[in-house]
Nanobody, 123 residues
Framework: QVQLVESGGGLVQAGGSLRLSCAAS????????MGWFRQAPGKEREFVTA????????YYADSVKGRFTISRDNTKNTGYLQMNSLKPGDTAIYYC????????????????WGQGTQVTVSS
């Protein structure tokens, strides 16, 4: 089992930045792919970005490419999502998730989930 806890969400103006954290405990976090997803009211949960276990490969949704950066520090069992140039359309609950294997983008392919952290971007 892997337990995930997100933090760092909040209210920010358009153009601003936030850094989300995902603290992991339980099984060896370093062996898992870590992903970030988001879900806006009335919408399905969507893939944002993911990073493989050693940080050597990442993948981003087109909507956040060039604005968001995923990273991880396996010595701290923590993953990060740096979000810059935020837009009102980025408003959502952000979830981190973990799975073994390769990077995939479908939520149901991830085995472990955090409780989510709210990000609200005002115009």
């Amino acid at each position: 089992q892997v337990q995930l806890v997100e933090s760092g969400g909040g209210l920010v103006q358009a153009g601003g930045s936030l850094r989300l954290s995902c603290a992991a405990s339980g099984r060896t976090f370093s062996s898992y792919v870590m992903g970030w997803f988001r879900q806006a009211p009335g919408k399905e949960r969507e893939f944002v970005t993911a990073i493989i276990w050693n940080g050597g490969s990442t993948y981003y949704a087109d909507s956040v490419k060039g604005r968001f950066t995923i990273s991880r520090d396996n010595t701290k069992n923590t993953g990060y999502l740096q979000m810059n140039s935020l837009k009102p359309g980025d408003t959502a609950i952000y979830y981190c998730a973990a799975r073994r294997g390769v990077i995939v983008t479908m939520p149901h392919e991830y085995d472990y989930w955090g409780q989510g952290t709210q990000v609200t971007v005002s115009s």
